[in-house]
Antibody, heavy 122, light 107 residues
Framework: QVQLQESGPGLVKPSQTLSLTCTVSGGAFKNYNYYLSWIRQPAGKGLEWIGRINTGGSTMYSPSLKSRVTMSLDMSTNRFFLKLNSLTAADTAMYYC??????????????WGQGIRVTVST | SSELTQDPAVSVALGQTVTITCQGDSVRYYYVSWYQQKPGQAPVPVIYGQNNRPSGIPERFSGATSGNTASLTITGAQAEDEADYYCNSRDYSGNVVFGGGTKLTVL
């Protein structure tokens, strides 16, 4: 079955850019109803959707993060990328990648990666 | 409103039935999915679409919608159901939104 694994730095300085990678294994995203999404969760708080990208490279970002987010992909290596710039302490969170199935008003995220904890601090 | 509102905490006696709700205008127009998250783990879907359970999710989990309120019902709650539960849908612009989460305690 499809498995997702996040990777990247665990500590980033304020004002810098966070770069994360999600590597997909065990399957593919060939169904055009599938997207790769990034979701984050500050410690002890709820889930926040960051955005999604499909295999054609079409993106959609959360309005609250749109000005700072870029998502891209490399289908030859089954890797999806997240860049978040101008970091502040408020961006400290667990970052998850998840496959999003979206069709006809029906959305669901499955599977999820295990998450990567990112701390923004000097 | 694009927000999804959940009660912060709910409790249920072992073996009893509990309903967790998710309120928002967009619930009238989009399906709601539900996720279970245990401490230190990634969320896991328990309900999606029109009351569909992913493979491996027990039959005691069910979903329903009435007006602007979606509900997740656990019939015969077990100790292992103690977790945080999040609803998810869309806003009118098509952006994904999550509810604030409900902490379920099984007594």
């Amino acid at each position: 079955q499809v498995q997702l694994q996040e990777s990247g730095p665990g500590l980033v300085k304020p004002s810098q850019t966070l770069s994360l990678t999600c590597t997909v294994s065990g399957g593919a995203f060939k169904n055009y109803n599938y997207y790769l999404s990034w979701i984050r969760q500050p410690a002890g708080k709820g889930l926040e959707w960051i955005g999604r990208i499909n295999t054609g490279g079409s993106t959609m970002y959360s309005p609250s993060l749109k000005s700072r987010v870029t998502m891209s992909l490399d289908m030859s290596t089954n890797r999806f990328f997240l860049k978040l710039n101008s970091l502040t302490a408020a961006d400290t969170a667990m970052y998850y990648c998840a496959r999003l199935y979206s069709h006809g008003g029906e959305d669901w995220f499955d599977p999820w990666g295990q998450g990567i904890r990112v701390t923004v601090s000097t | 409103s694009s927000e999804l509102t959940q009660d912060p905490a709910v409790s249920v006696a072992l073996g009893q039935t509990v309903t967790i709700t998710c309120q928002g205008d967009s619930v009238r127009y989009y399906y709601v999915s539900w996720y279970q998250q245990k401490p230190g783990q990634a969320p896991v879907p328990v309900i999606y679409g029109q009351n569909n359970r992913p493979s491996g999710i027990p039959e005691r989990f069910s979903g329903a919608t009435s007006g602007n309120t979606a509900s997740l019902t656990i019939t015969g709650a077990q100790a292992e159901d103690e977790a945080d539960y999040y609803c998810n849908s869309r806003d009118y612009s098509g952006n994904v939104v999550f509810g604030g989460g409900t902490k379920l305690t099984v007594l």
